[in-house]
C-alpha cells in the first residue's frame, strides 16, 4: 500500500514510527544525547551532530505530523508560542500582516507587545468576511494570520476563501489548527501555506508535556524553518517529541469520542435554563454551522458558554468537582476555565469587549471521560448559579 493512500489512522501508527532499524523496538527510542560521535572530520552519521540541530526522536515527530497535515515536511519547538515566534522570524522589518481580531491572548500579546519592536505591522479584522481580510491587504503583506475555530468564541474563518484573496496578493496563509487536531480539519487541503498548532493540546492529548509544530506546504519554508531552529534554538526534546508520538497514536481514537461527548455536552448546555447562550460549531444554530460542516470532519469538543455575569461564572468553577479547574486545552480529562482571566486576559477589557467576550463566559475543553458523569457534574456546578 502506498503512503498516499493509507488511512488516517494508519499513517498516525507508522508514519515515523517505523519499528527502531538497530534493534527493533515498536517504539521510537528517546535519544537523550546532546551530540554525536562523528567517524571522521566532517562525517556524520546519517547527518546527526548536535541535538539542536537535529534529533532522531524529533525527526521522527517531524516526519508524522507532516503526513497527518499532509505537508511535505514540519518543525517542533518548544512550545506554541516558540512555534508561532519561530514563523514570525520569517518575516522582517517593513512587512505587514493581516491577523484576526479574536485570537488567543498569548498570540495577541506576542503580536502587539513583541513584533511591533522589530517593524512589523499588524492589521486585526474579522476574518470570518473574506472580504475584511481583502481590504485590509498590502503591498507589503506577508501573512494572513488566522485561528479557526476562535478561541474561545468558536467562530469559523473560511480557509479555502481567505487562501484565494491572500495568494492573489502574494501572502502566505497561516493556520492555527490547535482546536481541531489534523482529524478534524486539515488547512492545507483548503489552501493554506502553513498550519501551526500547539502539540501540548490534542496533539500530545494528555496534559504532561508542552511543544509546537509549523507544518509546511513548501521546501523553502522548511529549509528556513530548520534554519530558525538550529540559531533560534527553542526546539523540542526528543523526550517531549516522544511523548507527543506516543499521544499521536491514540489521536483518532480520541478525538472520535471528544467528538462524541463534545456535541453531548453542547446539547445539555443549549437545553439549560441557567445557560445563555452556547458557542459550538455543532449546534444547528451556529451562525456558521454550514461552513462547519463543509471545512471540518467533526466539531471537536470546545465549547464556550454564558453564565451571566463573572459571579456566575466563578459560582460554577468553584462548584465544578470532575471538570478540572486549568488554563488549557485538550486532555483526556475534561478542563474547564475562564477566558476572561485565564487564556485571554493579556486581551485587555476594551479588546474583550469588542469582540464579544464577557466575564460571563466559560470555556470547556469536554474530556473523554464518560459522558454521563460529566454531565452530572455540569448539572451540580451550574445549580449554584
Not at 54 to 64: D, F, G, K, V, Y
Amino acid at each position: 500500500m502506498t503512503k498516499d493512500r493509507k488511512g488516517f489512522s494508519t499513517r498516525a501508527i507508522h508514519d515515523g514510527q517505523e519499528p527502531d532499524a538497530l534493534t527493533g523496538a515498536v517504539g521510537v527510542p528517546i535519544y537523550a544525547t546532546s551530540t554525536f560521535q562523528q567517524d571522521e572530520l566532517g562525517k556524520s552519521r546519517l547527518g546527526y551532530e548536535y541535538s539542536r540541530v537535529s534529533n532522531p526522536t524529533r525527526s521522527r515527530l517531524e516526519a508524522n505530523l507532516a503526513s497527518l497535515e499532509g505537508g511535505i515536511a514540519s518543525r517542533v519547538f518548544a512550545s506554541g508560542m516558540a512555534a508561532l515566534s519561530a514563523v514570525c522570524q520569517l518575516l522582517k522589518p517593513g512587512d505587514h500582516v493581516v491577523a484576526g481580531n479574536n485570537l488567543y491572548g498569548g498570540t495577541w500579546r506576542f503580536f502587539t507587545q513583541v513584533m511591533p519592536k522589530f517593524g512589523v505591522e499588524f492589521t486585526y479584522v474579522d476574518t470570518r468576511g473574506a472580504e475584511c481580510v481583502e481590504a485590509a491587504m498590502r503591498s507589503n503583506t506577508r501573512f494572513v494570520y488566522i485561528e479557526t475555530p476562535t478561541n474561545p468564541l468558536m467562530l469559523l474563518t473560511d480557509i479555502a476563501a481567505v487562501s484565494k484573496v491572500a495568494h492573489a496578493r502574494g501572502a502566505e496563509v497561516i493556520v492555527d489548527n490547535t482546536f481541531l487536531s489534523p482529524y478534524f480539519q486539515r488547512p492545507l487541503e483548503l489552501g493554506a501555506d502553513m498550519v501551526m498548532h500547539s502539540t501540548t493540546k490534542f496533539l500530545n492529548g494528555h496534559s504532561d508535556g508542552l511543544g509546537g509544530v509549523i507544518v509546511c506546504s513548501t521546501e523553502q519554508q522548511a529549509s528556513d524553518l530548520a534554519f530558525i531552529q538550529k540559531a533560534y534554538g527553542a526546539i523540542m526534546s526528543p523526550f517531549e517529541s516522544w511523548l507527543v508520538l506516543r499521544g499521536v497514536k491514540t489521536l483518532p481514537v480520541r478525538m472520535k469520542q471528544h467528538d462524541v461527548n463534545g456535541r453531548a455536552v453542547a446539547e445539555f448546555l443549549q437545553r439549560h435554563p441557567r445557560v445563555e447562550k452556547v458557542f459550538y460549531p455543532g449546534l444547528a444554530d451556529h451562525p456558521q454551522h454550514e461552513l462547519a460542516k463543509r471545512q471540518m470532519k467533526g466539531f471537536g469538543s470546545m465549547i464556550c458558554f454564558e453564565t451571566g455575569s463573572l459571579e456566575n461564572a466563578k459560582k460554577v468553577l468553584k462548584q465544578v468537582k470532575l471538570c478540572v479547574l486549568g488554563d488549557s486545552l485538550g486532555g483526556v480529562e475534561t478542563l474547564i476555565s475562564h477566558p476572561a482571566t485565564m487564556a485571554n486576559a493579556s486581551l485587555g477589557a476594551e479588546v474583550r469587549a469588542k469582540i464579544g467576550l464577557t466575564d460571563g463566559m466559560v470555556r470547556l475543553s469536554v474530556g473523554i471521560e464518560d459522558v454521563e458523569d460529566i454531565l452530572a457534574d455540569l448539572e451540580q456546578a451550574l445549580a449554584a448559579i
